[in-house]
């Protein structure tokens, strides 16, 4: 059985936590390495994920391999820019408030 890794990049704007690590990891710009298997058939290729890394610091040289579950990535993804929305609205909405009429 052959196997493929891709890459993609992904930026959390606040820090996240994963299962099997007690540690945050912060809020940074990541690579994402994900290693699939390839499952031959007749007629087409499928690809079974087995593993995703998500490395910070890259750019550095710094980095800190992790095995996740890509599904909670996937997951802490949208999180991550529900809570970066809900902070620009609460932001912009406490700039755009009425200030008290003095009298």
Avoid: C
């Amino acid at each position: 059985m052959s196997s493929r890794t891709t890459t993609s990049a992904v930026t959390f704007l606040h820090p996240f936590v994963v299962t099997r690590y007690t540690d945050e990891l912060p809020a940074d710009d990541y690579e994402m390495l994900a290693d699939d298997d390839v499952m031959q058939s007749y007629g087409f290729a499928a690809y079974r994920r087995t593993a995703t890394f998500p490395l910070n610091n890259w750019r550095a040289g710094k980095s800190v391999l992790r095995a996740v579950d890509h599904r909670e990535l996937e997951g802490a993804l949208p999180q991550d820019q529900a809570n970066a929305n809900t902070n620009a609205i609460r932001n912009s909405a406490a700039a755009l408030s009425p200030s008290k009429d003095q009298k």
